[in-house]
Nanobody, 130 residues
C-alpha cells in the first residue's frame, strides 16, 4: 500500500491543522494506521493511532485532548486533527500502516514503535510559530 500524507503548513501557536493520509494500492481496511513525528535532531516518535475494525484511537500523552485521529475506510483515508498547536509540535509528520487483520485492539495500542509498521508516507511538515 502506498501512503500520501498532506495538510502540513506554517501556523501560529493555538491554531489548528488537519493532516490527511490517503492510501492507494489496496484497501486500507485491514491496517492499523499510526501517526508519527520527527523534529530536527530527535528520534521519530509515536503521536496517534487508530485501529481498523473498531476505530479505537490512542495518543501519546503530549497530544491527548488536542489531537484527534479518524478514518474513512471507504475513502481509504485517515485524518489527524490537531488543535491548540504548540511550538513543540513542530516536526515532520508521517503516517504509517501496519497490516494487521487479526490484531486485537490491545495489541494495536501497544504497537507504537516505528519498526512495528510496514508502510510509510513521505511526511508533511508542520511548523508552529510562537
Amino acid at each position: 500500500v502506498q501512503l500520501q500524507a498532506s495538510g502540513g503548513g506554517l501556523v501560529q501557536a493555538g491554531d489548528s491543522l488537519r493532516l490527511s493520509c490517503a492510501a492507494s494500492g489496496r484497501t486500507f481496511s485491514s491496517y492499523v494506521v499510526g501517526w508519527f513525528r520527527q523534529a530536527p535532531g530527535k528520534e521519530r516518535e509515536f503521536v496517534a493511532g487508530i485501529t481498523w475494525n473498531d476505530y479505537r484511537t490512542y495518543y501519546t500523552d503530549s497530544v491527548k485532548g488536542r489531537f484527534t485521529s479518524s478514518r474513512d475506510n471507504a475513502k481509504n483515508t485517515v485524518y489527524l486533527r490537531m488543535n491548540s498547536l504548540k511550538p513543540e509540535d513542530t516536526a515532520v509528520y508521517y503516517c504509517a500502516a501496519k497490516f494487521a487483520p487479526w490484531i486485537t485492539t490491545a495489541q494495536a495500542m501497544a504497537a507504537i514503535a516505528p519498526r512495528e509498521y510496514d508502510f510509510w508516507g513521505q511526511g508533511t511538515l508542520v511548523t508552529v510559530s510562537s
